[in-house]
């Protein structure tokens, strides 16, 4: 019987459930779409933002000009408010509400089209300031100090005390939708107070507070049975990939190194969009390409007296830690772990930085300025000059210049961590160093390590050429000459940098000047934009995949995700990066198949098995890899976070993100239904208690009870005890 | 301001028949039993409902092919009660430690109609009160935030109706009379068709005509059960 019962209620549990549900619907629409603003910490700060454990409730008040906000702060009387504002606006009323956060309950963040966001950037205006190396005079305190980053807003190392949502343009519809709500409930701003109004719920509840030291701490100790984590390190993988193989050099007398730096990752304040295209990725794809056209060039059978390290490095958004486990790793003689470096084989390094903020001002014109960026040293002047004007000579046959800046205040760069971390070979000279970015005294991308920083901010056109199964692309003179692209292109442009800084660096290794018609092509950088800033659904990463994998439709249609992530997941960028070297530079030998590609001997390459282009697998024989680009913070023991010499940047942990749009009642309703149920109560118990009471007098026509018992009977039955 | 509006719309709808029930139920554990096994008859006759709802898949979504079979459903377990409680009356009454249980024949049809309605009450309104807890109310789509009180209101109306047919519903059975027995059904499906008219959001009249016919229903039931306006304007005066 209970069982039975038990099967009705849970029936009718389910039955109503299932209503709750549609009346649920009816009350809150979903926002899909939103990417929130998180939490990071570092060893004496948190930053970013944080709803609380339910959510932040508050009615909605469309932003539409600066005015708005500053009614929110000082006038808004039934806050605290969720202010929806366009990026347009954005930087220019953010101040306001950071400064007076009592009325705000949220920010809702959204991309229209109609509207030109002029500048969107939240890292610092001197991005990694405390991370920089001796000489620099970036400041950010100082009102009217010297900045490279102008327009930074600094969100992303502030503590932010509301909640933030970003949602980009494909989800315009979601703003049309509270747009609607709003027009019909909040309109009339003075009346705000007892009437029902448009309200928006914004949650992103952090678990981390305080700072790193303290979630570390909290992330160790746990609970009887139930672990607890609630922040992890940033971190991911740092890519090289050296021109010759090294495993079999002599010990004793390396080649020495010339260290080819750009940087993967960029940021964002917004957990899952952080597009990078001027930030980073034209300085990796130009690297790649880099590598890609300096391998065909040099013949293979010589033996040169100079090596080339090719390193993409990870997490530099984040106080360099990608540079500075590299650098902390040559100090200590531990990087490559195959025939590790030590700091004095390694005479020159060129980093390729933020380069792609130019491009779009240079659109029209087949010139790009590019800056040489190298420490104030007295004796390294000739090395670098020489280097600079073989670079600057070379470009000038494409109608870009390269100007050359000696100073101790270089923009942020992983030259810093150098600086910093080997100091002996970098302040002696020993370590020339070069950075090359297109911009000069202040960025040029007012989009830096931001969630606008895409493709549209660098003019970037894809042309959707084909590639045949032999994986050969386009010359630039056939593209060119066939009007497929023009020479103000930035693929075109890309791929001339590329070219020029390969036969420049020929030059270093072989002593020799670049006599071949080798180039870099303009449709490999067009394929391989398109892959790190359109669709990971693309040609390039399903030949670079690897073999054993599925099907090739579990590449996502959006960009590549450039966010550094926390180091104990592998994030897809690197691999992508280091797979496109290995292809484009390694040895391929189709006719071996998977399971003996894995058996070979790796001491001295490492074998992967790719699909190829003709997606039929091939074994390729390379000398990249990937090395671990995790800050020293966290390797070294008993390290003192406060110190701030390396990254400390930990990631909070989080359940779920969510936005929704509804109704929040004005009380009026309840209000309704108390003095109802107060009357109504009153009246029936009055009129029960009475009529009980009086129940002889006033029935006097009751039905009697059909069977009239005797005294008798219910003596006997009140013996018996049941 | 939600959490308010969830105790206000309980107090409204629960509150008059918590009042019937401490004061004329509670205390006597034979009126606890019928009134327990009267809610449990109820939700017997909506399983069947609804395995019928469900059974037939094409009249799935008309509400009022349900709502039909729900209104049967619900008065032949009525009239199953009563087969009952005709039954068990005897028994019930020897056990009972309450001499004056059964005075009044329709005593019974009173206890289990208020166990019939509470269950019937606590089925419609507890999904709703669910989502009174907020924040946000209706009014995105449409309905407005006067949906939760008129839906408890509408609730108090059902208890206190179930109450009331009950009384009528036995009282009919007992004589033979089926206009009784007739105006119960009429009445219920009027009520249930009366809540179609939510849908067009036009919530004020649904409730007016329901507390007419509330009102209408509970003078005939106080009729039934034997009592006259003289003589409960007479209960007023002093006693002789």
């Known amino acids: 019987m209970k069982m039975y019962q038990l099967g009705v209620l849970s029936f009718f549990c389910f039955i109503a459930l299932s209503q709750s549900e549609r009346l649920h619907e009816q009350i809150y629409s979903s926002i899909e779409g939103g990417a929130a603003c998180f939490r990071r910490l570092n060893g004496t700060h948190q930053a970013g933002c944080s709803s609380t454990d339910k959510g932040a409730v508050g009615p909605v008040l469309m932003i539409k000009e600066i005015n708005d906000a500053l009614w929110l702060t000082q ?19 953010i101040e306001e509400f950071m400064n007076n956060p009592t009325n705000v309950a949220g920010i809702l963040v959204y991309e229209d089209a109609y509207q030109i966001t002029s500048a969107f950037t939240h890292d610092s205006k001197c991005p990694n300031e405390y991370s920089s190396g001796p000489g620099s005079t970036c400041s950010s305190s100082e009102p009217e100090g010297f900045v490279w980053n102008e ?99 002599n010990k004793e007398a390396k080649r020495p190194v010339i260290l080819v730096t750009a940087r993967i990752d960029t940021a964002s304040l917004f957990d899952g969009i952080s597009p990078g295209a001027a930030s980073s990725v034209v300085g990796m794809v130009t690297l790649l390409n880099t590598a890609e056209v300096l391998r065909s060039m040099i013949p293979m059978s010589k033996t040169y007296g100079t090596n080339v390290i090719f390193t993409l490095l990870n997490g530099e958004a984040f106080d360099y830690i990608g540079s500075q486990k590299v650098a902390y790793d040559i100090s200590r003689g531990a990087w490559p772990p195959i025939m590790p470096l030590s700091p004095t084989d390694i005479p020159l390094h060129i980093e390729l930085g933020q380069i792609g903020g130019a491009l779009l001002s240079h659109r029209d014109e087949e010139s790009w300025p590019l800056y040489a960026f190298t420490p104030n040293l007295s004796n390294n002047v000739d090395k670098v000059s020489e280097f600079v004007n073989a670079l600057s000579s070379d470009l ?28 002996n070979v970098t302040e002696s000279g020993s370590l020339t160093e070069i950075l090359i970015a297109d911009h000069n005294a202040q960025f ?68 020799e000047e670049y006599t071949g018609a080798n180039q870099a092509s303009a449709h490999l950088v067009d394929e391989m934009m398109y892959c790190f800033l359109r669709s990971q659904m693309c040609r390039l990463l399903l030949a670079a995949d690897y073999g054993n994998s599925g099907g090739t439709e579990n590449l996502p249609q959006k960009p590549t995700p450039l966010y550094v992530g926390v180091s104990a997941y592998s994030l897809t960028a690197p691999v992508f990066a280091g797979h496109m ?45 990937f090395s671990q680009a995790i800050s020293p913070a966290f390797v ?33 309703g309840a209000l309704a239904a108390f003095i109802a149920g107060a009357v109504a109560t009153a009246i029936a118990a009055f009129l029960t208690f009475w009529i009980q009471r009086n129940a002889q007098r006033i029935f006097i026509n009751a039905p009697t009870g059909s069977l009239v018992s005797t005294d008798a009977t219910t003596g006997i039955l009140r013996t018996v005890n049941c | ?88 009356e005897a028994g ?5 430690e309450n001499h004056e249980i059964g005075s009044n024949k329709l005593e019974m049809a009173y206890v289990s109609g208020l166990g019939f309605g509470v269950m019937s009450g606590a089925f419609a309104l507890v999904n709703v009160l669910a989502d009174s807890v907020g924040p946000g109310t209706l009014g995105l789509r449409n309905g407005t935030e006067y949906f939760f009180v008129t839906s408890a209101a509408m609730t108090l109306c059902m208890i206190l109706l179930n109450t009331f047919w009950s009384v009528i519903f036995f009282s009919g059975c007992d004589e033979n009379n089926y206009y009784k027995i007739g105006w119960v059904i009429f009445s219920h499906f009027l009520v249930s068709s009366l809540s179609f008219l939510n849908r067009q959001e036009l919530y004020a009249v649904t409730i007016l005509l329901s507390y007419i016919v509330l009102i209408i229903t509970a003078v005939q039931a106080y009729r039934c059960a034997g009592g006259t306006s003289k003589s409960f304007i007479e209960s007023f005066t002093v006693r002789s």
């Open chain 1, 75 to 93: 006038n808004g009387t039934a806050g605290p408010y969720i202010a929806v504002v366009s990026t347009a606006l954005f930087h220019d009323i």
């Open chain 1, 151 to 249: 327009k930074g807003t600094d969100l992303m190392r502030r503590d932010i005390p509301f909640p933030m949502f970003f949602l980009p343009e494909s989800r315009i519809e979601e703003i049309k939708k509270i747009e609607e709500c709003y027009q019909r409930y909040n309109l009339d701003r003075n009346a705000h107070s007892g009437k029902p109004l448009c309200s928006v719920q914004l949650h992103s509840f952090m678990f981390a507070a305080v700072d790193t030291v303290v979630c570390l701490r909290r992330s160790a100790s746990s609970a009887i049975l139930t672990p607890t984590k609630v922040c992890d390190p940033l971190g991911d993988q740092n890519v090289y990939y050296p021109l010759f193989s090294r495993a079999k050099e």
């Open chain 1, 396 to 423: 000038k046959q494409y109608n870009m210049s390269l100007v050359m800046t000696a100073t101790d205040n270089i923009p942020p760069s992983s030259l810093h961590s150098f600086r910093r971390i080997l100091k």
């Open chain 1, 444 to 511: 040029t991308n007012m989009f830096y390590n931001s969630a606008l920083d895409d493709y549209t901010k660098i003019g970037f056109d894809y042309h959707n050429i084909t590639v045949g199964s032999d994986g050969i692309f386009l010359q630039n003179d056939e593209i060119l000459a066939k009007g497929i692209m023009n020479a103000t292109e930035i693929q075109v442009k890309i791929s001339r940098l590329a070219t020029s800084l390969a036969r420049t660096l020929y030059k270093k290794i072989t002593d």
């Open chain 1, 581 to 625: 070297l290995a292809l484009f530079t390694g040895m391929h030998f189709p006719e071996l198949n998977r399971t003996t590609c894995d058996r070979i001997d790796k001491s001295e390459f490492s074998y992967l098995y790719l699909k190829g282009w003709n997606n039929t697998g091939v074994c390729i024989q390379t000398t990249m890899n």
């Open chain 1, 636 to 668: 070294e023991r008993d390290y003192d976070y406060a110190s701030g010499f390396y990254s400390t940047w930990t990631e909070s942990v989080w359940q779920t993100m969510w936005a929704r749009v509804f109704v929040a009642a004005s009380g009026n």
């Open chain 2, 1 to 88: 301001m939600t959490l308010a509006e969830f105790f206000s719309c309980s107090l409204l709808a629960f509150g008059a028949p918590l009042a019937m029930f401490a004061m004329t139920i509670a205390n006597d554990p034979v009126r606890i039993i019928i009134m327990i096994a009267a809610a449990f008859c109820w939700l017997l006759s909506f399983l069947l409902s609804s395995l019928v709802w469900y059974a037939v898949v094409p009249l799935r979504s008309y509400l009022a092919f349900g709502m039909v079979f729900a209104v049967i459903f619900q008065e032949a377990f009525r009239y199953g009660m009563y087969r009952l409680l005709r039954k068990t």
């Open chain 2, 92 to 96: 019930l009454k020897e056990i009972s």
